[in-house]
């Protein structure tokens, strides 16, 4: 079976940090790029950064720049989001997505994730 398993979500503080993973089965995760994407509460799911078969990245998402941090280990056929100084504003359902190339762009996507909650807050 196809599919993406996100984990790592919990309650942090403000400041503090969170490293969540996103574990293919099914499939090999190195042919892919990979896009973490958030939703918070009453807002549209939006993408956050991007990391393609090479290592690249690419951040959609400004509020997260020198803060968050894409990574893949293909042995371990996962990706990993490392967020620091993280903000109440970074309060969402946290999923990530298998893109359709290898390369990051075309916003064509799937499997998808459970997601996983993740909770800024003092």
């Known amino acids: 079976q196809v599919q993406l398993v996100e984990s790592g979500g919990g309650l942090v503080q403000p400041g503090g940090s969170l490293r969540l993973s996103c574990v293919a089965s099914g499939f090999k995760l190195s042919y892919y790029a990979i896009v973490w994407f958030r939703q918070a509460p009453g807002k549209e799911r939006e993408a956050v950064v991007c990391i393609n078969i090479s290592g690249g990245t690419t951040y959609y998402a400004d509020a997260v720049k020198g803060r968050f941090t894409i990574s893949r280990d293909n042995a371990k056929n996962a990706v990993y989001l490392q967020m620091d100084s993280l903000k109440p504003e970074d309060t969402a359902v946290y999923s990530c997505?298998?893109?359709?190339?290898?390369?990051?762009?075309?916003?064509?996507?799937?499997?998808w994730g459970q997601g996983t909650q993740v909770t800024v807050s003092s």
């Open positions: 997505a298998r893109n359709q190339a290898p390369r990051c762009g075309g916003a064509n996507y799937g499997p």
